[in-house]
């Protein structure tokens, strides 16, 4: 409250009381001299309460009468005066004594110009008691109404003592550091608990500034915090920052600053309570580091990354390029194995070790994602041999044995590189690229990278589609049957077919079998699909042979080498030949060399078995495999197919006794020796045909004798054979 309104409240007070006639504008001017009067008297050395005794007596000459505005102005002076009487630099509690006094001294004041009554002069601090008391000739009746006016007043000044004594009691024994500070950021006043938690002194604190306890690395904020609070900006803030102790260690607080206003609303002093809250803060920054890191090779982990390369994402503009190194330990599985796990890990250590003295010194970031997986995050590359750069020198340093306790052990990496415009991408896309170029690099062999391949990586995607389409295909039908001729090259009537399986997927479309099969093979479902074509061709093929039973039309059936090792397949063999009702005879198997040359115990076995069912067995792709006759001396082989490539070298157009066409004859002469007969593939030509007749050839199969064909049309060329 300022003088002014100090002064406007008095007059309105005077007016309600109706103790005076004069015009309003003339009260408030004649009272807001005395309110300047009274606030001088305050600040005034030596004080004295003379100025509020003529305050008193001017209130009575100016024609105010009442004692109870006297008392009024009493009351209000010591609980509502204006604080700009504090701007004199005096403690609050001489202010609000000094207060009282003048009070007492304008109601005496009063009280006697009332009267007519002679005052003391005395100057003293304690003059308005001595008048109050020496006033023998005034009556008894004006003593007791100058006491009750001061009544209110004793009781004002004791509760602003008890109230101070409260704030006083709660300052000093507050756990919480209490700091009040003026507008120029000197501590005037801090409790023992702020002083506890900075090491210093009160003493030593009151010749601080605050600004000389912020930590350095928080002082530019903290300082405008402080800058918008005396400028009045802001009323109060709350922040979790840094303090330094005396010995020069960060005190972490949970700091919360008031400014507090004069009455008129100007900015006057701030208090700050601080909290100690380092333990807390330390523990956070525990859990937050655990949070974000490997606990065994303190690596920043999966979770920490991703956060990493999603922001470096973001942030990617218009030609911003980016590198990602996905590294795997070859043989890993080894050591662990035969050391065991504890040496495991400390080689994971040891591995981590190196890969942050050598990549991670230079910026880059480097992750344990998985067991024994890192990944190198390149941000802001310029090229892939920025990306390449960074694994080679990943593999240099892993080239070097590690030494563990007596143990060396010897640790390669395969990595797979991926490098490109980081604008646009996903980190999932960017992972699984990498993963797929880790990929190549394990199958192309120990301690190398493979730099990732868009097209490659479409091939490889596809094929990764097709494993996870195959089990529920065949429940849905989406494989069929075609079957290719297979003719006598002496008369050409058609001697048998063989069965190939394609797949109408319904994304990519009709699929051979070089699609698919060796897919199916790698993700162990060959064996399903192998029994489903041999169920449905041997189905069919007994069709065949019920319909044209002269024609004797052999069924040829490939099988793979995890059907030729499953225990189960001559009882598979058998059930679907009693179940259509095929004869054995009519039924060939081909299997590849391959597969022949893996056979040993119980697979030989199981051939032996089918041969002794009836059913033919053939070598199909002869010679381009291992070509180890040994095993046409033990394996109950009835027919040799002669592989495309020695074929294809036959009747050219100018070309007599070609060095393909005495490896067919060679071939041919063997097989008839040992009892074979012998099937040429991809026969496209008439040249072809003839020569192969002429070297004895007894049967062959290719676009010349009719491409791999539906059901009906092998029907149909069967009635008109």
């Known amino acids: 409250m300022g003088a002014e309104r100090f002064a406007r409240d008095w007059a309105e007070a005077v007016r309600r009381a109706g103790a005076v006639a004069m015009p309003v504008p003339a009260l408030r001017r004649f009272l807001l001299d005395q309110t300047v009067r009274l606030a001088r008297a305050v600040t005034d050395e030596p004080f004295t309460v003379e100025p509020a005794r003529s305050v008193g007596r001017a209130l009575a000459e100016a024609g105010i009468s009442g004692t109870d505005i006297a008392a009024w102005s009493a009351r209000a002076l010591v609980e509502r005066f204006p604080p700009v009487v504090l701007r004199g630099g005096l403690d609050a509690a001489v ?177 700050a309570m601080i909290a100690d809250i380092t333990d807390r803060y330390e523990l956070q920054e525990r859990l937050r580091f655990q949070a974000l890191h490997d606990p065994l090779t303190k690596l920043p982990n999966r979770a920490m990354f991703f956060d990493e390369l999603t922001a470096l994402l973001d942030r990617a503009g218009a030609g911003d390029r980016i590198g990602l190194c996905f590294l795997d330990l070859d043989g890993f599985k080894a050591v662990n194995d035969r050391l065991g796990h504890a040496m495991g890990d400390r080689l994971l250590v040891a591995v981590a070790e190196r890969l942050a003295e050598r990549v991670a010194s230079r910026g880059h970031l480097v992750a344990r994602v998985g067991g024994d997986e890192f990944v190198i995050l390149v941000p802001r590359t310029t090229g892939t041999q920025d990306a390449v750069a960074v694994a080679e020198a990943a593999l240099e340093t892993l080239a070097t044995p590690i030494r563990i306790d007596n143990h060396e052990l010897e640790v390669s990496a395969s990595i797979g590189v991926v490098e490109g415009p980081a604008d646009g991408t996903n980190p999932s896309d960017l992972m ?142 058998a059930e679907v030949l009693d179940r259509t009702g095929l004869p054995p005879d009519l039924l060939q198997l081909e299997l590849t060399e391959s597969a022949v040359m893996a056979t040993a115990g119980e697979p030989l076995r199981s051939l032996h078995r089918l041969a002794a069912l009836g059913v033919r067995l053939a070598i199909d792709d002869f010679g381009t495999g291992y070509s180890n006759l040994a095993y046409l001396r033990r394996m109950p082989i009835r027919t040799l197919k002669l592989a495309a490539p020695f074929v294809e070298g036959i009747g050219a157009p100018g070309a007599v006794d070609t060095v393909d066409e005495r490896i067919v004859d060679a071939l041919v002469r063997l097989a008839h020796a040992l009892g074979l007969s012998v099937t040429a593939e991809a026969v496209e030509t008439l040249e072809q045909v003839e020569r192969l007749r002429t070297l004895g050839c007894d049967t062959g199969q290719g676009r010349f004798y009719g491409d791999p064909a539906s059901a009906d049309d092998i029907s149909a060329r069967l009635l008109f054979a």
């Open 432 to 573: 699984k690229a990498a993963d797929t170029t880790l990929y190549w690099a394990k199958a192309e062999g120990r301690g190398r990278f493979a730099l990732f391949d868009p097209v490659r990586s479409a091939e490889y995607l596809s094929r990764s589609m097709l494993a996870g389409d195959l089990p529920a295909a065949v429940e849905r039908g989406e494989f069929l049957l075609e079957y290719q001729p297979i003719v006598n090259l002496s008369d050409g009537t058609l001697h048998a077919v063989e069965a190939l399986v394609r797949w109408r997927h319904p994304r990519f479309g009709l699929l051979g079998p070089d699609r698919f099969i060796d897919v199916a093979e790698q993700t162990g479902h060959i064996n399903r699909l192998g029994r489903w074509v041999l169920d449905h061709a041997c189905a069919q093929a007994s069709r065949w042979h019920r319909e044209f039973p002269e024609a004797r039309l052999v069924l040829s059936v490939n099988l793979a080498a995890q059907q030729v090792s499953d225990p189960r397949i001559v009882a598979d063999v």
């Open 95 to 271: 202010v609000q004594d000094r207060l009282v006094q003048l009070g007492r001294a304008l109601v005496a004041g009063y009280e006697a110009a009332a009267h007519g009554e002679i005052e003391s002069t005395d100057t003293s601090p304690r003059g308005a008691d001595a008048a109050h008391a020496g006033s023998s000739s005034a009556d008894a009746a004006g003593g007791d109404t100058a006491a009750a006016a001061l009544a209110p007043a004793n009781d004002a000044e004791r509760a602003l003592r008890d109230s101070e004594a409260r704030f006083r009691a709660v300052f000093t024994g507050a756990a919480t550091g209490i700091g009040i500070a003026d507008l120029a950021g000197r501590l005037i006043e801090v409790n023992q608990a702020f002083a506890d938690m900075l090491g210093y002194s009160i003493a030593e604190l009151r010749r601080t500034t605050v600004t000389a306890l912020f930590h350095p690395e928080d002082a530019a904020e903290l300082n405008e915090l402080y800058r918008d609070l005396v400028a009045g900006r802001k009323d109060r803030v709350r922040v979790e920052k840094r303090y330094l102790r005396k010995d020069g260690s960060a005190l972490w607080t949970d700091l919360s600053v008031s400014l507090i206003r004069h009455d008129d609303g100007r900015p006057r002093f701030t208090v």
